[in-house]
């Protein structure tokens, strides 16, 4: 049987790896994009990760006018932020990333240093999103399993973290938590490449 003080070194890694996750993520400022209604607990997951409260979009897409409204709503987060933004989105706000970092000017999106895709909806419920085909401007780790995850990975230029269940216990993963600190680490420090390359040694699963 261990022994509580063989437990020690491990608890106190982990809380220091939980101390540098919330200040790398500290510098960045999250605009999250949940599908509606949500698909899966969102809420739930961002509270499993160290991430400061962030401006909450739904994203909308049943008329040309509510997609419109999601589109400046994104604007008005993105620009109105006071540090680099983070993306976090969840089913078809995945679709909805995609599509305003595609199709908006490059001021804007210049403010996004990375994306977290979680999730991400496709097919026809993604139609009112429909953007043309090119990898994302910035670095984006899409959590997901299955064929769909995997192919707009591919679209997108993502790397894709392969979670078999998509919930909120998923962030609380010793991997996916690793991931997400040298992920935002990379972005916050302005390495692009660097993030690109971390991201490039996450395996496709």
Known sequence: MPSASAGAPQQATEESQVAATALTLDRLQP?????HPARIGL???LAALPINP???IPCRADTPAQRNVT???IDDAVAGADRAVLLVAEGIGCAAAAWWARLSPRAYVERVAGALLIDPASGDQTASFASPRSVLPFPSLVLGTGQDAKALSGEWGS???AAPETSAAAPRSGPFRAMIQRFTTAIVEGDVGRARRLL???GEG
């Open 31 to 35: 605009v999250i994009l949940s599908g």
């Open 43 to 45: 809420a739930d997951m």
């Open 54 to 56: 962030g401006r909450l």
């Open 71 to 73: 589109a400046s709503l």
């Open 159 to 161: 790397r894709l973290l």
């Open 200 to 202: 490039e040694a996450v």
